[in-house]
Antibody, heavy 121, light 108 residues
Framework: EVQLEQSGAEVKKPGEPLRISCKGS????????IAWVRQMPGKGLEWMGL????????KYSPSLQGQVSISADKSVRTVYLQWSSLKASDTAMYYC??????????????WGQGTMVIVSS | EIVLTQSPGTLSLSPGERATLSCRAS???????LAWYQQKPGQAPRLLIY???TRATGIPDRFSGSGSGTDFTLTISRLEPEDFAVYYC?????????FGQGTKVEIK
């Protein structure tokens, strides 16, 4: 079964670093882009960026470039979303997602269960 | 960046009725790389349509997608109780792969 398994919920303070993860299974991990999608409380979906684990080619949303970092470790079939210094406005549900086809950046057929990140002093 | 505008914001309909949701792009979407998702409270989104008109695996045929260029439509032919949810369009012809703001389909 094709799955994306995300790390658990996090409660952090402003200014703290954080890395959340998304582990793929049941498919050729290096052959599909993996995206991160943000959903702030009560709001819509926001495309943050994506990575191709085969060569770590990464694309970012211009509005988030420099705010987060996306990386991949092929050896453990895992993609990461990282912050160096969290802000309260980073409070959101974060999903990882995989497209239906290996050569596209969307049409996300496979989704992780989501990781809730709460940033509060 | 391609901006997607969905309309209406909320659609109030009864079970059995037809739902027509619109997604308009600020510029042409490459190769009809347009997807539709359904999201229910507390759940991850579910892919309904990709490539503007291809149903994803396991999606009932009451869901259909159409359109090209800058104008796209998701049609639900006869609403079932489980179809009341929020629907998002997404373009993925280029980076960033933007989402629309969503249309809520609620029970009238």
């Amino acid at each position: 079964e094709v799955q994306l398994e995300q790390s658990g919920a996090e409660v952090k303070k402003p200014g703290e670093p954080l890395r959340i993860s998304c582990k793929g299974s049941g498919y050729s991990f290096t052959s599909y882009w993996i995206a991160w999608v943000r959903q702030m409380p009560g709001k819509g979906l926001e495309w943050m960026g994506l990575i191709y684990p085969g060569n770590s080619d990464t694309k970012y949303s211009p509005s988030l470039q420099g705010q987060v970092s996306i990386s991949a470790d092929k050896s453990v079939r895992t993609v990461y979303l990282q912050w160096s210094s969290l802000k309260a406005s980073d409070t959101a549900m974060y999903y990882c997602a995989r497209p239906t086809y290996s050569n596209t950046w969307g049409g996300f057929e496979i989704w992780g269960q989501g990781t809730m990140v709460i940033v509060s002093s | 960046e391609i901006v997607l505008t969905q309309s209406p914001g909320t659609l109030s309909l009864s079970p059995g009725e037809r739902a027509t949701l619109s997604c308009r792009a600020s510029q042409s979407v490459s190769s009809s790389y347009l997807a539709w998702y359904q999201q229910k409270p507390g759940q991850a989104p579910r892919l309904l349509i990709y490539g503007a008109s291809t149903r994803a695996t396991g999606i009932p045929d009451r869901f259909s997608g159409s359109g090209s260029g800058t104008d796209f439509t998701l049609t639900i032919s006869r609403l079932e109780p489980e179809d009341f949810a929020v629907y998002y369009c997404q373009q993925y012809g280029g980076s960033p792969g933007t989402f629309g703001q969503g249309t809520k389909v609620e029970i009238k």
